[in-house]
């Protein structure tokens, strides 16, 4: 923190003490001040323990990066790059280009494109191919079970109303058969567009349309089939003792013409939005001048460079913190919670089984078991506990549930423990 910034809060600690009415106490005059300055620093973005048992969690940053994307950042971003600059012939090349290569062996597709979220690439596919050149409204065909709302904003009919195309319901809410889409075609039909849904699942009498079915028709029509696939898984789940999450691969297997996905979310790299599939189609949209503003950054490209790699070889796919953590036993967060609470004597904290979830919209129904560090404050107000871990440095997020906290240790990287321990210890003096 500058100088300025010091002496300014150092003022205002000063006006505050000699504003009150009986002149407070030297430790109070100070203990204001360092609360003043504590704040400041947390104004700004700074890193946080993970202490909520939720993998991917939105508001705590999504996927935490793997050492490889963070030495890659440093690397393109520290100096100049060949960003956009061919390195073989010296003359300008072309940031997309980057990243192609990559993608076309982690997922099978012919071609790719990758600007700044998922949220963006649907809304370029829909600008590409939905948007009417003369002004008549062209259609794009959802599934009844499919109209998403992702956290912030992100409610696909909303997103199809900005694109300028006509949304054609089809189906019901729980079952939707192949003929529906096929009565809803019609010479203004755009796209079928299919979405996953990443973070409901509708249970019971239902009845969907496999993305091969789709296809099938889509062919036979002429007409485009895309997939919002949200999560962007490129390893089967079930490897991790997780239900099967639909893959990027089975996607472009099954011929799906373009599939959007996530960066951050079950790849585990940076925020960034994932076009991949026909090389013609991923050609459109290059050419779409929207492109220049959804455009991703050279450190993104860096950070997703290095975490496709290490997706490619499977060997070193638990370097990927979202799979380290995934992969970590019980036995592990148990030894750890023992260590702390060994350490923390004075406190009433107990290693307590407990579920955590994937988070980041994905896999909304399966729990992953977990060990937090259930902490029982001696003056019984868990909500008020918390909020000390959260101002602890590093700021703690934890959850209050009853009478105590807890920290669930999954999402802690074990070389935290130590901070854990000093946060936890400070908020209980
Ligand atoms: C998460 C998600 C999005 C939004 O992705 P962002 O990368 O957060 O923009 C869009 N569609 C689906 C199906 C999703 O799961």
Redesign the pocket.
Known sequence: MGAPTVKRHVAAALNAARGAETTPAADAVVSDLLARLAAESRRGLTGVLNGTGILLHTNLGRAPLAREALDAIADAAGSASNLEYDLESGTRGSRYDRLGALLRAATGAEDALVVN????A?LLVLDTFARAADGSPREVVVARNQL?E?G?G?RLPDVLARSGATLVEVGATNKVRIGDYAQALSPRTALLLR??P??YRIEGFTADVGGAELVALGRRAGVPVVE????GALTDLRAYGLPHERTVQEAVAEGIDLI?F????LLGGP?A?IVVGRAAAIQRMRANPLLRALRIGGPTIAALGATLRLHLDSAARERIPFYRMLATPLDALRARAETIRAQLDALDLRAERVQGYAG???LPLAALESVALAWRPAHGDANAAAARLRAGNPPVVARAEGDRVLIDLRTIPPERDGDVLAVLRNAAA
Do not use: E, R, Y
């Open positions: 979220n998922c949220a963006a649907v998403i992702i912030g992100f979405v996953h990443s973070n919002d696939l949200g999560s959007a996530s960066g951050d979310k925020q939005g980041g919209g994905t």
